[in-house]
Structure formats: C-alpha cells, structure tokens
T-cell receptor
C-alpha cells in the first residue's frame, strides 16, 4: 500500500534560517503529492502540491519538487519567519485503488526570534 | 463558502456514552473522510465515503460508525466511548480534481 515517511521533529530554527523537511513516499502508479500545514489549534490547510514528476509546487516562499527517481518531495524555504511555526504534513493521493490521502506523521517546526 | 464545518469543537464524554460528531460540506464534493490525530501518530483514516450511500473502513475503524445519506453530510458515531478514543477528529472533503479541504477539528476527551 501507499506510505509516506517524513523527518521526525521537532525542528527548531532561528528566524531567517534555511528550512528543509524531508519527505519520501512509497506508492504504485503516479500519485499526487501535497504539503499541508497545521497552525496551533486549527485544521490542516494545503500549503502546496505537485501532480506529476518534476513539477515544483510553491506557496508563501515554500517550495517542493516531485522527484520520481528518488520518490521524494522535500519541503524547503530559504528564510523562515516566526509565523511559520506550525506542524507540516507530507501527503500523497493516488496510485492503484487509492481513494484517500495518506499522511506522514508530521514535523513540528518552531521558529525563534 | 463555509467549506467543511465540524461540530462540536470540544466535547467531554464519560466512558460508555455515545455521541455523533457532525461534518457538513457545501462544495458538492464526492469524497469525504474522517481522521483522528494523535501525538506522534500523524493523521489516521477512520472511515471514508466516495459518494452518497457508499462508505468504507479506513485504518482504524473499530468503535466508530458512519453513514452518508446526502452528499453534504458525513456524521461519525461513537457507539460506546472509551478513553482510547480521546483524540482530535478531523473531517475532510475533496472532489476528484481538488485537494482535500479540512474542518477545524473536534477535540474529544473521554474520561
């Protein structure tokens, strides 16, 4: 079946530091890949997505590239802000017989001034 | 657009009580799902539906029932609450061509 593995947290960074959160996946066929963000006390919001190999999703300064050869979708941001403190989830949808999202376990990011 | 609306936001139950978590969406999405979120476990799929009248089990279905009588509504029923069901519950909906939209969550405590 489908699975998503993302780096364990928590991650603590200083403001303006570079962020990478690793995500790798296992799936049959050609899944779509997503990063969701969950701010404290809120539900999940879509941050970015990519639907085919070599696509780059981007939003709010975050980027991730769909790498089929390495089955990866790493999240990056060049300069994090305190307001980026949240939990980030990598997820996939698709593949043979798949109707629902499969999530990683989430990575909690704390950005300190 | 309201999107996905979950009620209640908070609930405390005694062991053995039953209750229904409500979920409604106004986007005419075919697919709806219930997840539970626990520390260190990420989101785990409880039940899902691919259309009115069609439901199926996810990863952790025991102790929960669902039904989908309309496209808009997808309630989750706890039959006899147990402390292990203390969690945050999220409802989500999507169409074939969109990403998933999530509700704000229901924080449930079973004592």
């Amino acid at each position: 079946g489908n699975s998503v593995t993302q780096m364990e947290g928590p991650v603590t960074l200083s403001e303006e530091a570079f962020l990478t959160i690793n995500c790798t996946y296992t799936a049959t066929g050609y899944p779509s890949l997503f990063w969701y963000v969950q701010y404290p006390g809120e539900g999940l919001q879509l941050l970015l997505k990519a639907t085919k190999a070599d696509d780059k999703g981007s939003n709010k300064g975050f980027e991730a590239t769909y790498r089929k050869e390495t089955t990866s979708f790493h999240l990056e941001k060049g300069s994090v802000q305190v307001s980026d403190s949240a939990v980030y989830f990598c997820a996939l949808f698709g593949g043979a017989g798949s109707y629902q999202l499969t999530f990683g376990k989430g990575t909690k990011l704390s950005v300190i001034p | 657009n309201a999107g996905v609306t979950q009620t209640p936001k908070f609930q405390v139950l005694k062991t053995g009580q039953s209750m229904t978590l409500q979920c409604a969406q106004d986007m005419n999405h075919e697919y709806m799902s219930w997840y539970r979120q626990d520390p260190g476990m990420g989101l785990r799929l409880i039940h899902y539906s691919v259309g009115a009248g069609i439901t199926d089990q996810g990863e952790v279905p025991n102790g929960y029932n669902v039904s989908r009588s309309t496209t808009e509504d997808f309630p989750l029923r706890l039959l006899s609450a147990a402390p292990s069901q203390t969690s945050v519950y999220f409802c989500a909906s999507r169409s074939e061509w969109t990403e998933a939209f999530f509700g704000q969550g229901t924080r449930l405590t079973v004592v």
